[in-house]
């Protein structure tokens, strides 16, 4: 399960060519890099990213990871197998959830606190979490009402209600709950559009960044179950496109195991949306 | 650099952090009262300030922000506080946005919610009491206090760090409002108990200011929750 990447063509990202000792396992895990900034060559560990692209939060940081070309090791934890349960992932993550990321000796977890450290650690173009004050604290703004609002009160919630109570744990919901469920979501949309998303092209303004990645994974994960967020809502729907246009085929990857479930997922009861 | 304009109320957790985080750092504001019992959140006048009606709410030089943990990541940044309030280092700072986000939806309900269900929806607004809610609530701090103590504490003195930083501030003040309950976090735990000591002997006589308000209206209740 374990995918390595193995870099000998430049680096798209650093613009030098990159080097990977042969032959020696232990340093199969770095990659070396000239950096202009101090004249020197750097050595920096890969990014173990740990993953299971059914979770929404794994997808943001795929995308992110894939789109600034940042070197990881992929390894695939399967959910559905509860290998975040084992005591090997317990050594990576003791929250054991996914997403999960190792980097030399930082064991992190949180997408958004990944999210966070990639962009400053690998220099990312500013706009992903820009340097600026005001314009960060704009986007850290989203970040933090993103937790208890677009995943619990909105994408989680709904697909915890259609998806994973009934079908995985085979618990029952009942109908009201399923529409207290869908009336939910549509209450946080009206904040999502009244009070971030507003007139702007992207949720901190002109750019993409961190916030509309971590937007993304919630938002859009409801479509499996046939819910379109942009239904009636042309500003989410423009919203959607953009990112979707700007993330190309990064967005297509981090989604590609949902869409194999589309049509499993879309046979169940539909919504009342 | 002018100051802040700060809305809040004593009631509100997020709103108490912002304020200690203010007091501790020495950061210049004026504290503007929204009274969320009289429901002047929802008012005409605070909807012109912040259209989200919401406190915690800072305006700094025309610059309006909510989000408890935002606010103070700003005003950390933007007044040069001590770098061990929130580290500039790349990786001690991942690991403080990593309790951080934790926070929301693991502290803060196993706190804000019980204390809620037990002080204010019982005692204030005389509801029958939610035994399932509390029962599911008393787990939820269970686990919580189980990580903090095999994980957030486990090798440091505070939270991820050897040194005191935002995310003490945002996790002591939602433990302390279930002091008001009766439910001593440090009982059965170690590195809680020498945790939160430690941290509110750090914050000093402002911690105490800060929850006179909320003191006041819990003593009254007598209120002695069971909890291991």
Not at chain 1, 33 to 54: A, G, H, P, V
Not at chain 1, 105 to 115: Q, R
Not at chain 1, 211 to 224: F, K, Q, S, T
């Amino acid at each position: 399960r374990i995918e390595q990447k193995v870099y000998g063509e430049p680096h798209p990202f650093l613009g030098v060519p990159t080097y990977q000792p042969p032959g020696i396992p232990q340093l199969q895990t770095i990659f070396c890099y000239f950096t202009r900034y101090t004249n020197s060559w750097k050595i920096m560990s890969k990014i173990e990213f740990y993953f299971d692209l059914l979770s929404e939060p794994c997808r943001s940081v795929q995308m992110f990871l894939d789109v600034n070309n940042i070197p990881y090791e992929a390894k695939y934890v399967d959910l559905s197998k509860g290998e975040h349960k084992t005591d090997t992932f317990k050594e990576i993550n003791p929250n054991q959830l996914v997403p999960a990321v190792k980097h030399g000796d930082l064991k992190l977890f949180e997408s958004v606190a990944i999210l966070q450290y990639l962009a400053n650690k690998f220099s990312t173009p500013d706009h992903w979490y820009p340097n600026d004050m005001k314009k960060r604290a704009r986007i850290n703004e989203y970040l933090h009402w993103h937790h208890m609002n677009t995943r619990w009160k909105g994408g989680l919630l709904v697909m915890l209600k259609f998806v994973f109570l009934p079908v995985f744990f085979k618990i029952e919901v009942s109908a009201e709950d399923k529409k207290a469920a869908i009336d939910t979501l549509k209450e946080t949309l009206d904040n999502f559009e009244n009070f971030f998303l507003k007139d702007n092209k992207f949720i901190a303004g002109d750019e993409i960044s961190i916030a509309d990645l971590m937007a993304i994974g919630e938002l859009l994960a409801v479509d499996y179950v046939g819910i379109y967020v942009g239904k009636g809502r042309p500003k989410v729907e423009a919203w959607h496109k953009r990112c979707k246009d700007f993330l190309g085929s990064h967005y297509d990857a981090a989604h590609k195991v949902m869409e194999q479930y589309r049509a499993t997922l879309e046979a169940l009861p539909a919504p009342d949306y | 650099m002018s100051k802040i304009d700060f809305y809040s109320f004593f009631a509100s957790p997020p709103c108490r952090v912002v304020h200690t985080f203010l007091e501790i750092a020495k950061i210049p504001y004026e504290y503007h009262t929204i009274d969320l019992i009289k429901v002047e959140q929802q008012s005409e006048e605070f909807r012109k300030i912040n259209p989200h009606g919401k406190v915690p709410a800072i305006v700094h030089d025309g610059f309006l922000l909510t989000e408890s943990i935002a606010i103070v990541q700003y005003l950390a940044q933007k007044f040069k506080t001590e770098d061990h309030w929130y580290p500039s280092d790349s990786k001690k700072r991942a690991k403080i946005d990593e309790y951080l986000c934790w926070h929301h939806s693991n502290c803060r309900q196993g706190t804000g919610v019980l204390f809620f269900h037990v002080a204010i929806a019982t005692n204030v607004r005389k509801q029958p009491r939610n035994e399932d809610v509390i029962k599911e609530r008393k787990a939820k701090l269970t686990d919580v206090l189980n990580f903090f103590e095999n994980y957030f504490l486990k090798d440091s003195k505070f939270i991820n760090s050897d040194d005191i930083s935002i995310a003490d501030i945002a996790a002591i003040i939602e433990f302390q409002q279930i002091k008001y309950i009766g439910i001593d976090i440090g009982k059965t735990r170690p590195n809680v108990k020498a945790w939160r000591d430690r941290v509110i002997a750090r914050l000093g006589p402002t911690f105490d200011t800060i929850h006179e308000p909320l003191g006041k209206m819990t003593e009254p209740m007598q209120i002695t929750e069971d909890f291991e």
